[in-house]
Antibody
Framework: QVHLVQSGAEVKKPGASVRVSCKVS????????MHWVRQAPGKGLEWMGG????????IFAQKFQGRVTMTEDTSTDTAYMELKSLKSDDTAVYYC????????????WGHGTLVTVSS | DIQLTQSPSFMSASVGDRVTITCRAS??????LAWYQQKPGKAPKLLIY???SLESGVPSRFSGSGSGTEYTLTISSLQPEDFATYYC??????????FGQGTRLENK
């Protein structure tokens, strides 16, 4: 069983960056393919990016290219998502999510981290 | 990029009703489709994967079907705990995992 625990809520000013963490337990992070999904207030789910184990690289949705990085610290089994040049419409709950090993569907989700961008 | 369109976006139903939600893809996705349920303030929960396979622990009143570009989620007899928002997701272009816009199911 995979358990994902995310970092706490953040408030940032426009133009700043935010880094959200996702601590994995139950599996080594190297056995998983971590993804990040966000949800603006009252809106739907938006896939931001995720790890492709076949090509050993992280793929991003076009709208976030150049503005988001997704990294992992294998020594602490923690994934990170950093979003730069924040705008007010980046205000959202950010989720980490991962399929069970060997699958493609998001069985496991973090509890979400609210990022508020406001001047 | 593959786009998913759910219909309806909103529906009102009563306990005991049979409910069907549709998800249409902009191109064929080879049944690489999942359905999630999300309740307010909570993370989504996987219900159905590979278009028609029931996730462990999910009640059998939930079922999925479809192929090609059109897929459906059916709740055979709506229960009070089923009022939520439902999302489809394609993973045919994994790791890209596009979601539909959601269907909000409310109590009539």
């Amino acid at each position: 069983q995979v358990h994902l625990v995310q970092s706490g809520a953040e408030v940032k000013k426009p133009g700043a960056s935010v880094r959200v963490s996702c601590k994995v337990s139950g599996y080594a992070i190297t056995e998983l393919s971590m993804h990040w999904v966000r949800q603006a207030p009252g809106k739907g789910l938006e896939w931001m990016g995720g790890f492709d184990p076949e090509d050993d690289e992280t793929i991003f949705a076009q709208k976030f290219q150049g503005r988001v990085t997704m990294t992992e610290d294998t020594s602490t089994d923690t994934a990170y998502m950093e979003l730069k040049s924040l705008k007010s419409d980046d205000t959202a709950v950010y989720y980490c999510a991962t399929p069970a090993p060997g699958t493609w569907y998001f069985d496991y989700w973090g509890h979400g981290t609210l990022v508020t961008v406001s001047s | 990029d593959i786009q998913l369109t759910q219909s309806p976006s909103f529906m009102s139903a009563s306990v005991g009703d049979r409910v069907t939600i549709t998800c249409r893809a902009s191109q064929g996705i080879n049944s690489y489709l999942a359905w999630y349920q999300q309740k307010p303030g909570k993370a989504p929960k996987l219900l159905i994967y590979a278009a028609s396979s029931l996730e462990s622990g999910v009640p059998s009143r939930f079922s999925g079907s479809g192929s090609g570009t059109e897929y459906t989620l059916t709740i055979s007899s709506l229960q009070p705990e089923d009022f939520a928002t439902y999302y489809c997701q394609q993973v045919d272009s994994y790791p890209r995992g596009t979601f539909g816009q959601g269907t909000r199911l409310e109590n009539k």
